[in-house]
Antibody, heavy 122, light 107 residues
């Protein structure tokens, strides 16, 4: 059974750094083709992809936020961590982590965590 | 960045109706297109990957088609459990991008 779960603060002050952890089970981030991504959704709005890390430590970022994002993995702990620096109220959103799978060279998010709501406010 | 545009933004339909949602990419993305379903307060769920492959466990009334820039998600006979918001997503290149969503409501 594949599960992912996000954890981190529910409230962060503007200009602070947000650190989110995705803890997963049922698969290995050492397996070729596998990755873990972060996607967020502001209240009432659409999904926005943030970052993705692959089994081989290849990292991809949303260029619109790239300077503020860092994604890392700890394969032994089955965790992926996303940090977002210098947060602003517009970063208020539900943050999801999801497993990325690959078929015939094409990627898709096939398992998702339940999401964690992060509010940025002073 | 590749822009994904869904139409319509919302629709009202009855149980048993055939429903079609369209997704258009701002440039060609081959078959690098996925569809997700999201219910209020829940995480998105993968329905279709690589434009037309049905994810395991997803009912066969869902189908996807298209290639290049134009794609469709079809629900052949709408069921009560299908009232939700649907998103397309391209994985052709980063940044990965989603459509703005199509909300399917009960008529």
């Amino acid at each position: 059974q594949i599960t992912l779960k996000e954890s981190g603060p529910t409230l962060v002050k503007p200009t602070q750094t947000l650190t989110l952890t995705c803890t997963f089970s049922g698969f290995s981030l050492s397996t070729r083709g596998v990755g873990v991504g972060w996607i967020r959704q502001p209240p009432g709005q659409a999904l926005e992809w943030l970052a993705l890390i692959y089994w081989d430590d290849d990292k991809r970022y949303n260029s619109s936020l790239k300077s503020r994002l860092t994604i890392t993995k700890d394969t032994s702990k089955n965790q992926v961590v996303l940090t977002v620096t210098n947060v602003d109220p517009v970063d208020t959103a539900t943050y999801y982590c999801a497993r990325n799978s690959r078929w015939s060279g094409r990627d898709y998010f096939d398992y998702w965590g339940q999401g964690t709501l992060v509010t940025v406010s002073s | 960045d590749i822009q994904m545009t869904q139409s319509p933004s919302s629709l009202s339909a009855s149980v048993g109706d055939r429903v079609t949602i369209t997704c258009r990419a701002s440039q060609t993305i081959s078959s690098y297109l996925n569809w997700y379903q999201q219910k209020p307060g829940k995480a998105p769920k993968l329905l279709i990957y690589v434009a037309s492959s049905l994810q395991s466990g997803v009912p066969s009334r869902f189908s996807g088609s298209g290639s290049g820039t134009d794609f469709t998600l079809t629900i052949s006979s709408l069921q009560p459990d299908d009232f939700a918001t649907y998103y397309c997503q391209q994985s052709y290149t980063t940044p990965l991008t989603f459509g703005q969503g199509t909300k399917v409501e009960i008529k």
